[in-house]
C-alpha cells in the first residue's frame, strides 16, 4: 500500500513550456485533490475531485488543468508555465472529501519556473 | 481578513515547557477545525482534530472557542522532536482552508 504518490519530485522549467504533474493513490478514495504551498502561505486548493469523471475549481485554479479518468489517477497539468507557478505542489486524498475525513498528501513535487 | 490567521512565530521554547498558539477564522459557518504539522516543508501529517467539547491527546490539548473565533493548541512537556510548523484548518464541505503555520522551534 504506497498512500499518495506523486511524481516527479522536483522539475525546473522555462516559461511557456507545458508539464503534468502525476499523482496516484491505492486506497480507492473517491477524493482527491491539488494544492500548491508558496513561502509564508498556507496550502492552497488549485482543483479537486470527488470521483472519477468529476472535478472542480479551488481556490486559486487559473493556468492548471485536471482531468480524472480513473480512481487512481488526478493528474494537475500546466500549460504555459510562469515563474508565478513556482511552488511547492502537494496532491492529497480522502474517502469521500468529508471535512472529517482524514486527508492523505502526497511527498510534494518542487516546481521552479525559470 | 483571511479566513484562517495564525501568528507565524517562531515561537522559541525551552525543552519541558509548555507552549501554547492559537488561531482565528473569519466563518463562523464552519464545520470543523483541525491542526496538522508539517516538517522542513515535506507534506502536512494529521496531529489532531479539534471538537466543540476539546480533545486531548496525550501532551496536546486541542480546543474550539466558537463564540470568540478561535481554536487553540496547548503542547506540554515539549521535545525537540515537537520542532515543526504547525498548521490550523477549517474545513467545509469539499474544501479546507489553511492558515499558514506557527513556527515552534524546541531549544535543548
Known amino acids: 500500500n504506497a498512500g499518495v504518490t506523486q511524481t516527479p519530485k522536483f522539475q525546473v522549467l522555462k516559461t511557456g513550456q507545458s508539464m503534468t504533474l502525476q499523482c496516484a493513490q491505492d486506497?480507492?478514495?473517491?477524493?482527491m485533490s491539488w494544492y500548491r504551498q508558496d513561502p509564508g502561505m498556507g496550502l492552497r486548493l488549485i482543483h479537486y475531485?470527488?470521483?472519477?469523471?468529476?472535478?472542480d475549481q479551488g481556490e486559486v485554479p487559473n493556468g492548471y488543468n485536471v482531468s480524472r479518468s480513473t480512481t487512481e489517477d488526478f493528474p494537475l497539468r500546466l500549460l504555459s508555465a510562469a515563474p508565478s507557478q513556482t511552488s511547492v505542489y502537494f496532491c492529497?486524498?480522502?474517502?469521500?472529501?468529508?471535512?472529517?475525513?482524514?486527508?492523505?498528501f502526497g511527498p510534494g513535487t518542487r516546481l521552479t519556473v525559470l | 481578513r483571511k479566513e484562517v490567521e495564525q501568528d507565524p512565530g517562531p515561537f522559541n521554547v525551552p525543552e519541558g515547557a509548555t507552549v501554547a498558539f492559537n488561531c482565528t477564522y473569519s466563518?463562523?459557518?464552519?464545520?470543523?477545525f483541525f491542526w496538522y504539522r508539517q516538517d522542513c516543508r515535506k507534506e502536512p501529517k494529521l496531529l489532531m482534530s479539534?471538537?466543540?467539547?476539546?480533545n486531548e491527546d496525550g501532551r496536546f490539548t486541542a480546543q474550539l472557542n466558537r463564540a470568540s473565533q478561535y481554536i487553540s493548541l496547548l503542547i506540554r512537556d515539549s521535545k525537540l522532536s515537537d520542532s515543526a510548523t504547525y498548521l490550523c484548518?477549517?474545513?467545509?464541505?469539499?474544501?479546507?482552508?489553511w492558515g499558514a503555520g506557527t513556527k515552534l522551534i524546541i531549544k535543548p
Open positions: 492529497a486524498s480522502s474517502y469521500s472529501g468529508s471535512p472529517t475525513d482524514t486527508q492523505y
Open positions: 486506497m480507492n478514495h473517491e477524493y
Open positions: 475531485s470527488v470521483g472519477a469523471g468529476i472535478t
Open positions: 466563518n463562523s459557518a464552519s464545520q470543523s
Open positions: 479539534v471538537y466543540s467539547s476539546g
Open positions: 484548518v477549517r474545513g467545509s464541505n469539499y474544501q479546507l482552508i
